[in-house]
């Protein structure tokens, strides 16, 4: 890996909870003195009504480093929602980024002069579930930010391997067009 971190992309998929708890995160990580850290200040300051862009937090007043600004990939409508998506999610997101730190994915070092942006996706699903697990949506979050920002910062999937798998890979909601399921 080059020392300087010009911006990198990655995301990841996981699944395999109760219904609405899977994650989708996408990540763009990048140095703040450049293209990056335009990016991110420009959507943390040019707020948009239903796509609230926040920082990820552990808890009130503790935020992450590499700084981290979560985007909802959904329209937050209700209350319920929103206080999933920036309670439990929020705070999976902030763990998941220490994670990849933890794991040496992003370089300690450089934890002050990255920026992460986290296209979130949280199923609208979660706010009508009387009983969510909220461990469970947690956990699945927290891996699938760690694994996002993973693939992120190792190139991967590598271009070889799209290469030589593409013709083998057909995508899930494709596919169940082409069974008539959708």
């Given at each position: 890996m080059s020392?300087?971190?010009?911006?990198?992309?990655?995301?990841?998929l996981v699944a395999?909870?109760?219904?609405?708890?899977a994650a989708e995160p996408e990540v763009i990580i990048g140095e703040m003195d450049g293209p990056m850290g335009t990016a991110f200040g420009t959507l943390l300051g040019d707020q948009v009504k239903g796509h609230s862009r926040v920082l990820a937090i552990l808890n009130t007043d503790i935020m992450v480093r590499p700084a981290t600004i979560m985007v909802s990939k959904v329209t937050v409508k209700n209350e319920r929602y929103t206080n999933i998506l920036m309670g439990t999610v929020q705070a999976a997101i902030a763990n998941g980024v220490l994670d990849a730190v933890r794991n040496?994915?992003?370089p300690k070092e450089k934890a002050n002069d990255l920026g992460i942006i986290v296209s979130v996706w949280l199923n609208p699903i979660v706010?009508?579930?009387?009983?969510?697990?909220?461990?469970i949506l947690f956990d699945i979050h927290r891996k699938a930010t760690a694994n996002a920002i993973h693939k992120a910062m190792s190139n991967k999937?590598?271009?070889d391997w799209l290469l030589e798998n593409q013709d083998k890979?057909?995508?899930?909601?494709?596919?169940?067009?082409?069974?008539?399921?959708?």
């Open positions: 020392d300087k971190i010009f911006m990198r992309v990655g995301e990841a395999g909870g109760p219904p609405g708890t040496g994915d992003i706010a009508e579930q009387d009983d969510l697990d909220h461990k999937p590598d271009i890979i057909v995508h899930k909601y494709f596919q169940m067009g082409l069974d008539g399921k959708i």
